[in-house]
């Protein structure tokens, strides 16, 4: 595709939720049923999308060379949990997935990046009785993604569709709402977007995080960067098969998601615009080495007295448990110095006073 013009690559604003309804939808995505009234409740969610839940919609993709099987809600189709890169060994860099099975059985979530556990729930204020499911971590498998696109695009060679890449937030050390919790399934976006005549393909991305995508002194820096990337060059080879136009994409992001975003988009991503919503390089810049040698130090001093492991050899629930007990909640706003050229600053006026 044709280099993005800075128009097309706009940096659209830094979002608040509560001055910016439409991007909160889509930044929340909603514990909600698929129509009629919204509703904060994640069991409820659940079971409307199990009764309206056909297993059985096939995709045959030639760039894949797979027959994808996914799953059918009202008029919307998820390919779940597909992977899109391989993580050979602890902090490595990320590489292409090799070629998938003849057929791939998309209908259940791929697991997330390990990592402490937290109320997400209370985060977000949904109710202390509504329990959010769990979700299956594992640290070479979390580099999958999910993709939501509307049934016509499997059955019709219908103008392809605008992509929309949702990267979570989460302070770079945790999931803060994915597809499988209900939080950020993209599923009601892409319903929405048929209702209005304007239909989308929503694709939601998993990726390293805390630790795993710190690394350590022998290891690349900003590895879930990485991640993120191979998804993003995941999607420009593969979403046309989906129905998807690849150079229709946009990329947004939440809180740390943002920051993520406002990266890819300094670095010539392969996308027409970014949204960032609540984030980004200027609110949360590269940390010193110094820094980043104190915080492996401080979980090193951890996990000598849990075993006497080191960085690349503990085992997992070793290194969630010393994140924990460290009391780090933030260990990744990119190690310096960042492995990303900055772009050519271009003010944008719009008569809104931040700060006075």
Same mark, same amino acid.
Request: charged share 20%; proline share 7%; glycine share 8%.
């Given at each position: 595709?044709?280099?993005?013009? #800075?128009?097309?690559?706009?940096?659209?604003?830094?979002?608040?939720?509560?001055?910016?309804?439409?991007?909160?939808? %889509?930044?929340?995505?909603?514990?909600?049923?698929?129509?009629?009234?919204?509703?904060?409740?994640?069991?409820?969610?659940?079971?409307?999308?199990?009764?309206?839940?056909?297993?059985?919609?096939?995709?045959?993709?030639?760039?894949?060379?797979?027959?994808?099987?996914?799953?059918?809600?009202?008029?919307? %189709?998820?390919?779940?949990?597909?992977?899109?890169? +391989?993580?050979?060994?602890?902090?490595?860099?990320?590489?292409?997935?090799? #070629?998938?099975?003849?057929?791939?059985?998309?209908?259940?979530?791929?697991?997330?990046?390990?990592? %402490?556990? !937290?109320?997400?729930?209370?985060?977000?204020? !949904?109710?202390?009785?509504?329990?959010?499911?769990?979700?299956?971590?594992?640290?070479?498998?979390?580099?999958?993604?999910? $993709?939501?696109?509307?049934?016509?695009?499997?059955?019709?060679?219908?103008?392809?569709?605008?992509?929309?890449?949702? !990267?979570?937030?989460?302070?770079?050390? %945790?999931?803060?709402?994915?597809?499988?919790?209900?939080?950020?399934?993209?599923?009601?976006?892409?319903?929405?977007?048929?209702?209005?005549?304007?239909?989308?393909?929503?694709?939601?991305?998993?990726?390293?995080?805390?630790?795993?995508?710190?690394?350590? +002194?022998?290891?690349?820096?900003?590895?879930?960067?990485?991640?993120?990337?191979?998804?993003?060059?995941?999607? =420009?080879?593969?979403?046309?098969?989906?129905?998807?136009?690849?150079?229709?994409?946009?990329?947004?992001?939440?809180?740390?998601?943002?920051?993520?975003?406002?990266?890819?988009?300094?670095?010539?991503?392969? $996308?027409?615009?970014?949204?960032?919503?609540?984030?980004?390089?200027?609110?949360?810049?590269? =940390?010193?080495?110094?820094? #980043?040698?104190?915080?492996?130090?401080?979980?090193?001093?951890?996990? =000598?007295?849990?075993?006497?492991?080191?960085?690349?050899?503990?085992? $997992?629930?070793?290194?969630?448990?010393?994140?924990?007990?460290?009391? !780090?909640?933030?260990?990744?706003?990119?190690?310096?110095?960042?492995?990303?050229?900055?772009?050519?600053?271009?003010?944008?006026?719009?008569?809104?006073?931040?700060?006075?």
């Amino acid at each position: 595709m044709a280099e993005p013009s #800075a128009k097309d690559a706009l940096l659209i604003c830094i979002l608040h939720f509560a001055t910016a309804p439409f991007v909160r939808s %889509v930044t929340l995505f909603r514990l909600q049923g698929l129509s009629g009234q919204r509703e904060h409740n994640s069991e409820a969610y659940r079971h409307l999308c199990e009764t309206r839940m056909k297993a059985g919609p096939v995709l045959a993709s030639e760039s894949l060379c797979s027959t994808l099987l996914g799953v059918e809600l009202e008029r919307v %189709v998820q390919f779940r949990g597909i992977p899109y890169g +391989e993580i050979p060994s602890r902090f490595a860099e990320p590489r292409p997935k090799s #070629a998938l099975p003849r057929e791939v059985d998309c209908t259940s979530f791929g697991p997330r990046c390990p990592q %402490v556990a !937290i109320d997400v729930g209370h985060l977000l204020r !949904i109710p202390s009785q509504h329990k959010l499911p769990p979700e299956p971590e594992d640290e070479f498998r979390c580099l999958n993604l999910d $993709v939501m696109t509307p049934r016509s695009c499997l059955s019709s060679k219908r103008e392809r569709l605008p992509v929309f890449i949702w !990267i979570h937030g989460g302070s770079q050390a %945790v999931t803060f709402g994915s597809a499988a919790s209900g939080v950020c399934d993209g599923t009601q976006v892409v319903e929405d977007s048929i209702s209005q005549g304007k239909p989308i393909i929503v694709v939601t991305v998993q990726y390293r995080l805390n630790i795993f995508a710190f690394g350590d +002194e022998a290891s690349s820096k900003n590895l879930a960067l990485k991640d993120q990337a191979l998804a993003l060059n995941w999607v =420009q080879k593969h979403i046309a098969d989906f129905g998807g136009d690849p150079d229709k994409i946009s990329l947004a992001g939440e809180s740390a998601g943002a920051v993520y975003c406002h990266a890819h988009l300094v670095t010539g991503a392969p $996308v027409r615009g970014v949204i960032l919503c609540s984030g980004s390089l200027y609110l949360s810049p590269p =940390q010193s080495e110094e820094k #980043a040698s104190v915080l492996r130090q401080t979980l090193r001093k951890h996990l =000598q007295g849990a075993g006497g492991f080191e960085l690349d050899d503990a085992p $997992v629930d070793k290194l969630v448990e010393a994140l924990e007990l460290s009391g !780090i909640s933030q260990p990744t706003h990119f190690s310096a110095p960042p492995t990303f050229r900055h772009a050519k600053n271009e003010a944008i006026i719009t008569n809104t006073t931040l700060f006075n």
